[in-house]
């Protein structure tokens, strides 16, 4: 008799249960651990391969499958002569754990939706339950949303991660905002004065606007993406150029400049936009709204 069956027989004494099991279990134990130690070597050594963190983490996420599989199907092996006494008392505490676990098993079907049906993807923006922000993760039971700001603050990240059940898609709307295209529409506003040269501010903006290294190949590549998505969406835009409309407001001229760009590039746009037209308006190119009690707003 080896060192284990002896503690086995030692612990099944104590506790009044067959020796076996207790093998079982710890030679289940012993494949959990070397396909531990399996994925810390191949992760290290990966680790100093000269490629992308996307590639890497991709590879992270293959490797945990199929280590994951190995195990059950080790185990399954090692337990396959007492799978049948197993089964036969699990049919009698089935009804009380599914009770107990429904949620988790909720869950998980929903992932297995969410994989086939893909609502959302890997570095998706979304927008559930009041909660926006990009997937950066999906789990068998749960997805993680890197949060983002409020619009009035460029929608850039919080470095805050939430973990949300698979379950909330079929409880409140989801919004995705690239599921059909990469690109939505944004707006910036400012103000000019009534006496204002309209024409020839718009040509300004507009020259902006065709000038600027992130806008100027969006909407020939706007339009290919309509082409696919069109497909499966009824989806269209009459214009895919940008577009600025006139609004007045009191004693002044309200300007909105709509335009298409990826969510996650917002800020960086809107933020060019406005220093080339504070710019153009310290040249006297445009004259921007000012009053008694306001200086000239962008």
Not at 39 to 62: C, D, E, R
Not at 140 to 153: H, N, P, R, S, W
Not at 174 to 200: G, M, Q
Request: charged content about 25%; some cysteine; proline content about 2%.
């Amino acid at each position: 008799m080896n060192y284990l069956e002896e503690i086995s027989k030692y612990i099944a004494e104590i506790f009044g249960i067959d020796p076996s099991y207790i093998i079982l279990t710890v030679k289940s134990l012993e494949i959990l651990v070397v396909c531990l130690i399996i994925k810390f070597i191949i992760k290290k050594v990966y680790a100093n391969i000269s490629i992308s963190g996307k590639k890497k983490f991709f590879f992270n996420k293959t490797l945990q499958i199929i280590l994951n599989v190995v195990a059950f199907v080790s185990i399954l092996f090692v337990w396959s002569e007492k799978l049948e006494s197993i089964m036969t008392l699990i049919s009698f505490i089935s009804a009380g754990v599914a009770i107990a676990i429904r949620e988790i098993i909720f869950d998980f079907f929903a992932g297995l939706y969410i994989r086939v049906s893909k609502p959302f993807e890997l570095e998706d923006r979304i927008e559930i339950d009041g909660i926006r922000g990009d997937v950066i993760n999906i789990h068998a039971l749960g997805f993680d949303v890197l949060d983002i700001e409020e619009k009035e603050k460029g929608e850039q990240s919080t470095g805050k991660i939430t973990h949300i059940p698979n379950t909330e898609i079929f409880n409140v709307p989801l919004k995705n905002y690239v599921k059909a295209f990469k690109y939505v529409w944004d707006e910036v506003v400012i103000d000019v004065d009534l006496n204002s040269d309209l024409e020839k501010t718009k040509k300004i903006i507009h020259n902006i606007l065709r000038k600027d290294e992130i806008l100027k190949t969006i909407p020939k590549n706007m339009e290919d993406a309509m082409e696919e998505a069109t497909v499966e969406y009824r989806i269209y835009f009459n214009k895919l150029e940008p577009i600025i409309y006139t609004k007045l407001v009191k004693d002044h001229l309200e300007l909105s400049i709509r335009f298409l760009v990826h969510p996650k590039m917002v800020r960086n746009v809107e933020n060019n936009i406005y220093e080339h037209i504070l710019q153009e308006y310290k040249k006297g190119n445009i004259i921007l709204y000012t009053s008694a009690t306001e200086s000239a707003s962008v």
